[in-house]
């Protein structure tokens, strides 16, 4: 028996059979390993059992990669004809021009007439495609076929030149979209070739579409989930319709509606949203006093110092440079909207906390360097957000309905905080708006449409007057011009 690639591997359990998935393949196998229990514990029965289990996972492998496009033998092949194909065919009424072709039949390239050179390669698919049928079968003889013939087209075919163009607004994906829109798709395809259907742009009806519809219902994925899933794969429908690459009309996903109901309470199981959702709310001053005494560093202090007293939302207190905190303002470069580009007044409370951070340092280093490098999307706040998660329940300031995952209070209710304490001492809200960077409401002509001016003086006012809690003050060191205490230290007022 010829040797096949795999290794016997010995836990606690016993010894298991493993393979290790070529590079090429992890893609479409989903992992970088395979293995196989042998249920046994007795080495000399594990190695009698080793070959079949090895056997069994490389098939395992080859079906996978032929239920995935990208790394299918015979899609490759088939869409090499095509192009064979493609390259030969002329648009009728022309005059043919000759074209080299290959013959299979002597081995050598033949100057044809184009007509011929068609037939030519015809023939070669036709013939391959017997030879498919007898070895995997006449359902992946006729894939091949559709493919090579150019009646079908391979589902991802087209998605690297649809993420590449500009999307419906005329602007370019971000990376994180990208990404994501990737994965649906790939996701998608893998559930096509697991259903054993072509994964192909013109075996997807809509009874198909129906199909993997109930299938994510049935893996209970959040309505808004879905919703984000449909939309990808129609926005790449309407893409390829107005491309020509699909027929008009035939964009399957177009009726597969969700219904909008309560948005999943588990969105914030893991970590802080900074998104905004109803019935979440404020901090109240007993739980700022208990964050603020309990912090576990001048980090996570300090972020929270920012966002309380300014409104800022997490991204934007963690992408602010030292050139950015100068001569009293925070210039927000935005995270979100046109509108969340603004100018917000330093508080009072703030300014001593930003002169010692900027002290000494170039214009270009990040005010809060606890939060670490930009991950690959630029962003720093995630892993700053996921910290304050965990301090946030160790501290026990959480706030749960039973049979919730979702608390009604994360980062985002120091924000929360902010609006509700500078409408209460007063502030108009159209002011208000502007320091947190909220859009005026469109229905307010005057202020939307007809008013550009900066409310300097009336912002500065409203940011000076919401006041932190005594307690928390006092652990920040602002009242008679004290030191902060130290993170996590205690005092008779903090503790």
Not at 189 to 204: I, N, Q, R
Not at 386 to 397: D, G, L, Q
Request: with cysteine; glycine share 8%; charged share 30%.
């Amino acid at each position: 028996m010829a040797k096949v690639a795999g290794y016997l591997e010995q836990r606690r359990a016993g010894f298991s059979a493993v393979v290790d998935v070529p590079s090429s393949k992890r893609e479409a196998v989903g992992s970088k390993r395979l293995k196989k229990g042998l249920a046994t514990r007795d080495k000399h029965v594990a190695k009698a059992r080793l070959a079949k289990a090895l056997l069994e996972l490389h098939a395992r492998i080859d079906a996978a990669c032929r239920h995935n496009a990208d790394t299918d033998p015979v899609t490759a092949e088939a869409m090499a004809y095509r192009e064979q194909m493609e390259a030969v065919r002329k648009p009728g009424g022309g005059v043919y021009q000759p074209e080299t072709v290959w013959d299979p039949a002597t081995g050598t390239e033949l100057v044809v007439e184009v007509d011929i050179a068609e037939d030519i390669v015809r023939e070669t698919i036709e013939a391959r495609g017997g030879e498919i049928a007898a070895e995997e079968g006449s359902d992946r003889a006729k894939a091949f076929a559709d493919i090579a013939m150019g009646r079908a087209t391979p589902l991802k075919h087209h998605v690297e030149t649809w993420l590449s163009e500009p999307g419906k607004r005329g602007t370019v994906r971000a990376p994180r979209t990208v990404m994501e829109y990737r994965a649906m798709l790939d996701s998608f395809a893998l559930w096509l070739g697991g259903e054993g259907l072509g994964s192909t742009l013109e075996g997807v009806t809509r009874v198909v579409a129906g199909r993997y519809v109930s299938s994510l219902h049935k893996q209970n994925r959040s309505p808004a989930r879905m919703r984000d899933i449909l939309a990808a794969l129609s926005t790449y429908w309407g893409w390829l319709e107005a491309r020509g690459f699909a027929r008009r009309g035939g964009n399957p996903w177009k009726e597969q509606d969700i219904p909008k109901v309560q948005k999943a309470q588990a969105l914030r199981a893991v970590t802080d949203s900074e998104d905004e959702d109803d019935g979440l709310r404020p901090f109240s001053d007993d739980e700022l006093v208990t964050l603020f005494a309990k912090a576990p560093d001048a980090g996570m202090r300090d972020v929270m110092a920012l966002s309380a007293l300014s409104g800022m939302r997490i991204a934007e207190v963690c992408s602010l440079t030292v050139g950015q905190c100068a001569d009293g303002i925070f210039d927000v470069r935005g995270t979100k909207t046109k509108a969340a580009r603004r100018k917000v007044p330093i508080h009072p409370d703030l300014q001593a906390l930003v002169d010692q951070r900027r002290d000494g340092r170039e214009s270009d280093a990040w005010l809060l360097e606890e939060a670490g490098e930009p991950d690959k999307f630029g962003k720093r706040s995630p892993n700053m957000s996921a910290a304050f998660y965990r301090f946030r329940t160790r501290a026990k300031v959480d706030d749960r309905a039973p049979g919730k995952t979702m608390s009604l209070v994360n980062f985002h209710s120091f924000r929360r905080w902010f609006v509700s304490e500078a409408v209460k001492a007063g502030t108009p809200v159209h002011v208000v708006r502007q320091v947190v960077g909220h859009e005026q409401p469109k229905s307010d002509v005057t202020l939307s449409t007809y008013f550009k001016g900066e409310l300097t003086e009336a912002k500065r006012a409203c940011v000076a007057s919401v006041m932190l809690p005594a307690k928390v003050r006092k652990v920040l060191g602002v009242e008679l011009g004290e030191q902060p205490l130290e993170p996590g230290a205690t005092t008779a007022e903090a503790a």
